[in-house]
């Protein structure tokens, strides 16, 4: 009886032959778990603003303004080159959509079971206009990335 051959072990190059340890694209990828915690504190942070100033008003507004700054620094920095990981890009921005848009529904909802009532001129942006102006933009983005086959150009 032969032995069998040994199983390869994390340090083991042939394991990673097509994925080098430091690629760009790896390194890519790699940054969008970061990215996304990055995005839920932010979300996080805006959300207690419009908690404690009673609805989404100035001063979250502006560190909504920061979360999207944020967003922009990361593609443009870390993010470069998502547009060679498979659908990378558009993940970027459904973790934006997501992380932000998911923090106003939640917050209302919370208002909402709370019986304390939302203004719809104040909350109707964030809740109505927002989601669905940034969700039409998001669904072109994806339709792009899928005939594409998920990768974009790369960031220069």
């Given amino acids: 009886m032969t032995a069998a051959p040994p199983l390869p072990t994390p340090s ?20 969008l778990l970061p990215y996304a915690a990055a995005l839920v504190t932010g979300a996080v ?7 404690i100033s ?9 560190l909504l303004a920061v979360v999207a700054l944020g967003a922009a620094v990361f593609v443009a920095l870390p993010g470069r080159n998502l547009g060679r990981v498979r659908y990378g890009v558009v993940m970027a921005h459904v973790l934006l959509y997501l992380t932000v848009n998911l923090g106003f529904g939640v917050h209302a909802l919370g208002r909402a079971l709370t ?15 927002m989601p669905t102006i940034w969700g039409c933009g998001l669904l072109l983005h994806t ?3 899928l005939l594409s086959r998920g990768y974009e150009a790369a960031r220069p």
């Avoid at 942070?45 to 908690?51: F, Y």
């Avoid at 009673?54 to 502006?62: D, E, H, I, K, R």
């Fill in 54 to 62: 009673g609805g989404p008003t100035l001063v979250p507004m502006l």
């Fill in 143 to 145: 339709i792009g990335a």
């Fill in 115 to 129: 019986d304390r009532p939302l203004d719809l001129a104040a909350w109707g942006g964030v809740l109505l206009s």
């Fill in 12 to 31: 083991d190059d042939s394991s990673r032959a097509h994925h080098p340890p430091h690629s760009p694209a790896r390194d890519a990828h790699a940054a």
């Fill in 45 to 51: 942070v805006v959300q207690i603003a419009v908690a």
